[in-house]
C-alpha cells in the first residue's frame, strides 16, 4: 500500500513537471528567430501555399492559444505534420522512438553489467594492476565525448577490422521484419526471422556500446569505491569472522548496498542517453528519434520539436521513478523509512 | 611505493598515446596538384569481386534520405529520386537537348502559347496501370496548388492543362516563355487513381492532402525503379520495374539505394567495407583523397552546372559602392583557389555556369590583380574610411570548405586595409538571415545551380528582383533595367536571339559586379570501377554532362559489370 501510494504520488508530480516543460519548450522553440513555415516550403513556394501552411500551423494567432491547439492535439494523439518529413509527428515517432529505445535499452544492458563487472573486479584487487588499469579507462572513458568514442569505434570495428556491421539497423539485403513492437531484433525473434534479428543485433553493438561508454566507468568507479568503503563496515568483517566466503560476501553482502549511490546515478544517466543519443545515431546513420529531434531543431519543425522533447521528458521522469523504486528495494531502510 | 606511482602514470601515458594514435590514423599524401577538370587516371581493376557485383545492387549516398514525393521537394537527394521513380513527358540528354520521354512528339504555336503533346501509349505505372493525360493533368494541377518543391516554375507561366483524348495533352501558357519545353522535365507525372485512393485530410479542400502522407513513403510513377522500401533518416530502396516501357543497359542496377548521411568516417568506413558504391559530392578535398586510395576505387569530377558565388549585399555600406566590389573581385588569386584550395573546379568567367546553353566568357574578366583592386577601392567613397566598415563574410557550416574562400577574402582584404570578418552560419540561421535586407550579411558563399538546362534560368535566379530575399539572391538588386532584360529575354522565342539577350545580360551584370563568380565546382565523387556510370564515361572523356540536377543518375542507364 505504502509503495502504491508512493507511486501514485510520484506520478502525480511527474504530471507537474511535463506540463511545466511543454509550456517551456513551446514559447522557446517559437519565440526562436525563423520562419518554420518558409523553411518548410522553401524560399520559391507560392504565397499562397505559404499562407496556408502558416494557417494550418496556427502561427498567425496569439501564442496561448498555438499552445490550446497543441496541448488539444497531444491528449488527442494528434501532434501535428512535421514539416520536415512531411507526415504527422505520431508516425514519425511511432518509426524512430522503438529505433532509439532499443538503442538506449542496449547501452543500459552495457552500463549495468559491465559497471557492476568493473568495479566488482577493481575493489576486488584494489590498489593491485586490474585497478589502476580499469581506473586509466574510467578516466578516459569520462573523459572522451560520446561522438568521438562513436568515431573510434566506428573506425575500429568497421574500417580497421571489419568484424561486425556498423552502420545502419540492418544490412542491405534484409528487409525489416514484420513490425510488433519496431525494435528490430525483438521483432525478429518474435516473427522467427533469427537472421534478421542476429543481423540487428550486431549492428545494435557499437554504436550501444559508444553511447554507454562515458556513464559505464563513471558507475563503476562509483561502484568500486562504495564497496572499497563497505568493506571496512562492522557487518563485513563479522561476515568474515563467520567463516562466510569472500566469494559469497562480494555477490551477496557488499554488492547490493554498494549499489544504491550507482544506481541513482545509473538512473539519470540512461534518462540522458535519449537525449544524448543525437551525435551517435548521425555518426551511424541510426534512424532514431533523438537525430530525428536534431533535425527537426535545425529545421525549426515546431510539432516534431516539442513532441520529441516531451517524450524525452516522460522517460526522464519514468526512469527517475523506477529508480527511486529500485533503490528502495535495495536499501530496506528507505522502504521501510528508518534511519 | 614510489614505484607503483611512477607505473601508474607510465600506464596512463601509454593509454593516452595509443587512443591519441588511433584517433590520427595513418599519413596522409600530400595533396597532388591537378590542372582543372582533369581526370584522374583510372585504376587497374584488382580481380576482387564485390557482393555489389553479384546482388546487382548500386548505393549512393546524399546529404539526407530522400524526400520522394515530386511535389515537395527540390534538393539533390530528391531530385535524384525523382528521375528513377517517375518519368516526364521530356527529358535532358547529357548533350543538353530535350529527349522525348512520355512524350513522343509536341508541336508550339507561332505566339508561344499552346504547346501540344502526344504521349505514348505503351507506359504503365508501377501498379500496372495505363498513364494517359488526365495523370499528367492531374500532375500539373497538384504541382501548382501545392506551390511547393518546382512548382514555382509552372505557376507563372501555365495557364491550362487540356486533354484532348486520352494521349494528347494541351498546355496554354499566360505568358510566352521560351524555355518552357527545358522546365517540363521537373514535371514528374503521378498515378491519379493511386493518390486519389490514398488521400488523408489536409489543407486542400476536396483534394484533402492531395496524396502527401502517402506519397512521403510510396512512389505512384512510371519510372524505371519503384520504391520497395522507404527508411526515414535511412535510405530509399528501390527496384527496378519489371514493366518499364523503357530499355535497361545490360547489367543495370537491380536495386538502388540512395542512403542519407555525409559523415565523413561514416562513408570512409561504407566504401571501405564495399557497401557503397559511389560517395555523395559534400565531402572535404582530403576525404576524397583517402578514399581514391582505396583498391578498385575512382574518382570522377563533373561539371554540373554548380557555381560558387561570393554575393555582396549592393545595398550595405560598403558594398553598396560598385568600387569597393570591384576591388574585392580583383583581389582575389582565382587560379590559386581553383589548384591548391578546390583542385579540379574550374574558374568561373559567367554568373552563369560553364556549359549551359547560353552561356558566354566574352564579358569582362575580374582577373587577380591587387594594383587595379586599389585602383578600384581608391575612387570609392569609402576610400578613405574603409576600415571603419565591417565586412562581415557568412559561409555555410555545412560545406566545411567555404571556410577556405572566407578565409582567403579576409587576409588579402587586410592588406587593402579591409575590415573582414568571417562567419560561420548554419545553412537555416543563413536562410533566415537573408530574408531581410538589414541582416543580409556583406558578402554570402553559396553554391547556386540553375533549375532548368538554360542560361535564363540562373539569370533569372540571380538577378531578378522577384527573388531577392532568397538564399538564392542575397545582393538585392532591384534593379529594373535588369528586370526588364531578363523578361525580355525569356520572351524571345528565337533561340538565337535569345542567347544573344543572354550574353548583353551577363555583359550588364559584369560590369555591375554585384557577385564574384569564385569558380565552376567539380562536383566530385568516389565509385568502385565496377559501375558503368555515362555521365562519369563522358566527363573523363571531356565530353559534356547533364547540368540538370538528378539527370546524372539515371540508374537504368548505369552498368554492374
Not at chain 1, 545515431?281 to 519543425?301: C, H, N, V
Not at chain 2, 597532388?32 to 587516371?41: H, S
Amino acid at each position: 500500500m505504502d509503495l502504491l501510494k508512493f507511486i501514485l504520488k510520484r506520478l502525480a508530480q511527474a504530471i507537474f513537471v511535463l506540463f511545466g516543460l511543454s509550456i517551456v519548450i513551446f514559447v522557446i522553440s517559437r519565440i526562436v528567430p525563423g520562419d518554420p513555415a518558409r523553411m518548410a516550403l522553401g524560399s520559391r513556394a507560392s504565397d499562397e501555399a505559404y499562407a496556408a501552411l502558416r494557417a494550418e500551423m496556427h502561427l498567425e494567432e496569439p501564442l496561448a492559444r498555438q499552445y490550446g491547439y497543441w496541448i488539444k492535439g497531444v491528449f488527442t494523439g494528434d501532434l501535428g505534420n512535421s514539416i520536415t518529413t512531411k507526415r504527422a509527428v505520431s508516425i514519425d515517432l511511432r518509426d524512430f522512438l522503438p529505433a532509439t529505445l532499443e538503442l538506449v535499452m542496449m547501452s543500459a544492458v552495457f552500463m549495468v553489467i559491465f559497471s557492476i563487472l568493473l568495479g566488482k573486479v577493481a575493489a576486488r584487487y584494489r590498489d593491485k594492476w586490474p585497478d589502476a588499469l580499469i581506473r586509466v579507462l574510467s578516466y578516459s572513458g569520462v573523459a572522451i565525448p560520446a561522438f568521438v568514442m562513436a568515431i573510434l569505434l566506428l573506425l575500429l570495428f568497421g574500417y580497421k577490422w571489419e568484424v561486425i556491421p556498423v552502420i545502419g539497423r540492418l544490412s542491405s539485403g534484409f528487409a525489416a521484419p514484420a513490425r510488433v513492437t519496431g525494435m528490430y531484433v525483438l521483432d525478429g525473434i518474435l516473427s522467427g526471422q533469427i537472421a534478421t534479428a542476429w543481423n540487428a543485433f550486431l549492428h545494435l553493438l557499437v554504436p550501444a556500446l559508444a553511447l554507454a561508454a562515458g556513464g559505464l566507468f563513471q558507475e563503476a568507479r562509483i561502484i568500486r569505491t562504495a564497496m572499497t568503503d563497505n568493506l571496512t563496515k562492522d557487518y563485513i568483517n563479522a561476515s568474515k569472522g563467520y567463516g562466510v566466503p569472500n566469494r559469497l560476501i562480494m555477490r551477496k553482502y557488499l554488492l547490493k548496498p554498494s549499489m544504491i549511490p550507482a544506481v541513482s546515478v545509473m538512473g539519470l544517466d540512461i534518462a540522458a542517453l535519449m537525449a544524448n543519443a543525437f551525435l551517435v545515431e548521425t555518426i551511424f546513420t541510426w534512424p532514431g528519434i533523438s537525430r530525428y529531434g536534431m533535425t527537426a531543431m535545425l529545421s525549426k519543425d515546431l510539432n516534431a520539436i516539442s513532441a520529441v522533447i516531451l517524450i524525452f521528458g516522460m522517460i526522464f521522469v519514468l526512469v527517475n521513478i523506477a529508480v527511486d523504486l529500485i533503490v528502495a528495494w535495495l536499501d530496506p531502510r528507505i522502504r521501510l523509512g528508518g534511519d | 611505493m614510489l614505484k607503483r606511482k611512477s607505473w601508474l602514470l607510465l600506464l596512463t601515458l601509454l593509454t593516452m598515446l595509443c587512443l591519441l594514435l588511433t584517433a590520427c590514423g595513418g599519413a596522409e599524401e600530400p595533396a597532388q596538384e591537378q590542372p582543372a577538370a582533369e581526370q584522374p587516371a583510372a585504376e587497374q581493376p584488382s580481380g576482387a569481386t564485390y557482393q555489389a557485383q553479384t546482388d546487382k545492387t548500386l548505393r549512393i549516398s546524399q546529404s539526407d534520405a530522400p524526400n520522394i514525393d515530386p511535389g515537395v521537394g527540390s534538393d539533390y537527394s530528391s531530385c535524384m529520386a525523382y528521375v528513377n521513380l517517375y518519368d516526364t513527358l521530356v527529358y535532358p540528354t547529357l548533350e543538353g537537348e530535350m529527349a522525348p520521354m512520355l512524350a513522343t512528339e509536341w508541336t508550339t504555336s507561332d505566339d508561344g502559347l499552346e504547346w501540344t503533346f502526344t504521349l505514348r501509349e505503351d507506359v504503365k505505372f508501377h501498379d500496372g496501370t495505363p498513364l494517359t493525360a488526365s495523370d499528367v493533368i492531374f500532375s500539373f494541377n497538384r504541382i501548382m496548388t501545392m506551390g511547393e518543391g518546382f512548382g514555382f516554375l509552372f505557376n507563372n507561366y501555365v495557364a491550362t492543362v487540356e486533354a484532348p483524348d486520352d494521349y494528347t495533352v494541351k498546355i496554354t501558357l499566360t505568358k510566352a516563355f521560351a524555355p518552357f519545353l527545358t522546365i517540363l522535365s521537373r514535371l514528374y507525372v503521378l498515378n491519379e487513381d493511386l493518390v486519389m485512393a490514398n488521400l488523408a485530410d489536409g489543407a486542400y479542400g476536396e483534394m484533402k492532402d492531395y496524396g502527401k502522407a502517402y506519397l512521403s513513403d510510396h512512389d505512384a510513377g512510371s519510372g524505371a525503379y519503384m520504391v520497395k522500401e522507404m527508411r526515414k533518416q535511412d535510405r530509399m530502396i528501390a527496384t527496378a520495374f519489371g514493366d518499364y516501357w523503357g530499355e535497361f543497359t545490360a547489367n543495370a542496377p537491380q536495386t538502388i539505394e540512395i542512403v542519407g548521411g555525409t559523415q565523413t568516417a561514416t562513408i570512409r568506413t561504407l566504401m571501405t567495407n564495399a557497401e557503397l558504391e559511389i560517395s555523395d559530392q559534400w565531402q572535404t578535398e582530403e576525404a576524397y583523397q583517402a578514399l581514391d586510395q582505396l583498391p578498385d576505387v575512382d574518382m570522377t569530377e563533373m561539371f554540373v552546372g554548380s557555381v560558387l558565388y561570393a554575393m555582396m549585399n549592393t545595398t550595405k555600406a560598403p558594398m553598396d559602392d560598385v568600387h569597393v566590389r570591384k576591388a574585392i573581385a580583383y583581389m582575389l588569386d582565382y587560379e590559386m583557389i581553383v589548384t591548391r584550395l578546390f583542385p579540379g573546379c574550374m574558374v568561373a568567367k559567367s554568373p552563369v555556369p560553364y556549359g549551359l546553353p547560353g552561356y558566354t566568357e566574352d564579358i569582362p574578366q575580374y582577373e587577380y590583380n591587387m594594383e587595379k583592386a586599389a585602383e578600384e577601392l581608391a575612387q570609392s567613397k569609402y576610400a578613405d574610411t574603409i576600415g571603419d566598415y565591417e565586412i562581415n563574410v557568412a559561409w555555410i557550416s555545412e560545406v566545411p570548405d567555404e571556410e577556405k574562400i572566407a578565409l582567403l577574402i579576409q587576409s588579402v582584404g587586410e592588406e587593402l586595409g579591409l575590415n573582414v570578418v568571417v562567419e560561420k552560419t548554419p545553412w537555416l540561421t543563413h536562410v533566415e538571415n537573408v530574408a531581410k535586407q538589414d541582416t543580409t550579411p556583406c558578402i554570402s558563399l553559396t553554391f547556386v545551380t540553375a533549375d532548368y538546362n538554360e542560361a535564363g534560368s540562373q539569370l533569372f535566379l540571380r538577378f531578378h528582383s522577384s527573388t531577392t530575399g532568397t538564399w538564392q539572391q542575397t545582393e538585392w538588386l532591384n534593379d529594373a533595367t535588369l528586370d526588364a532584360m531578363i523578361e525580355d529575354a525569356l520572351v524571345t522565342l528565337d533561340r538565337d536571339a535569345r542567347f544573344q539577350k543572354y550574353a548583353e545580360i551577363q555583359q550588364y551584370v559584369a560590369d555591375l559586379c554585384p557577385c564574384i563568380n569564385v569558380f565552376n565546382q567539380a562536383e566530385k565523387h568516389a565509385y568502385y570501377n565496377f559501375v558503368g556510370w555515362p555521365a562519369a564515361e563522358a566527363a573523363a572523356a571531356g565530353e559534356p554532362v547533364s547540368l540538370v540536377m538528378g539527370y546524372n543518375y539515371m540508374f537504368k542507364d548505369f552498368s554492374i559489370n
